[in-house]
Structures are given as structure tokens and as C-alpha cells.
Nanobody, 118 residues
């Protein structure tokens, strides 16, 4: 059974930091590109950051320079360090495992709420 379990969300003041983690099980982690998406109320889900199985990263323009994605293939985890948080970062954040390999599927976590407010 595949599971992506996010943790680390919560309430933080503007300018603060949070670190999200996603623990994967039931997949061959090193075969997947891992990503963090977010969805704010009334908006579409959007890609925040991604990291390939080779370690190449990409970021949404809105978070460049503030967020850092990393992965640990030995522990099957992917993390998102979020600094200088803004109210517009408020959303439910989802972990995603993506592959183009035939016969394998993409997976989503259940989401974790991040609220940036004073």
C-alpha cells in the first residue's frame, strides 16, 4: 500500500519559517520525481517546488529564494523548507510522487494546512 504522509504544517506569523516533510512508503522512492503543490481556497492546485530523482530542482516564481526542496533517498523523505513566509502562502500543501515509467502511477498525500497570519 502506497502512502505519502505529510507533516510540519501549522500557523506561523508573516516572516516566519516552517519545514514540511513527506514520508513515502510502498514505492521505489528513487524512481520518482517528488513535488510539493499547494491549493488555496477558491484557487487551483499549483506546483510549488519539485525535485527529480537526480536532484534537479525547480520552483514556482512566487517562492524562489524563500523555499528550498530537498530529498533523502535513504529515508524515503522529501522536505520543503519555507522561509520568509507571506500571507499569500496560506494553503493546503500536498506531497506528490510523479513518474513517467510505464506501469507505475502517480501518488498524492492527504495534505497539510499552512496558515500565515498575524
Amino acid at each position: 500500500q502506497v502512502q505519502l504522509v505529510e507533516s510540519g504544517g501549522g500557523l506561523v506569523q508573516p516572516g516566519g519559517s516552517l519545514r514540511l516533510s513527506c514520508a513515502a512508503s510502498g514505492i521505489i522512492f528513487r524512481l520518482y520525481t517528488m513535488g510539493w503543490y499547494r491549493q488555496a481556497p477558491g484557487k487551483q492546485r499549483e506546483l510549488v517546488a519539485g525535485i527529480s530523482n537526480g536532484g534537479t530542482t525547480n520552483y514556482a516564481d512566487s517562492v524562489k529564494g524563500r523555499f528550498t526542496i530537498s530529498r533523502d533517498n535513504a529515508k524515503n523523505t522529501v522536505s520543503l523548507q519555507m522561509n520568509s513566509l507571506k500571507p499569500e502562502d496560506t494553503a493546503v500543501y500536498y506531497c506528490n510522487a510523479h513518474t513517467v515509467l510505464p506501469g507505475l502511477s502517480d501518488y498524492w498525500g492527504q495534505g497539510t494546512q499552512v496558515t500565515v497570519s498575524s
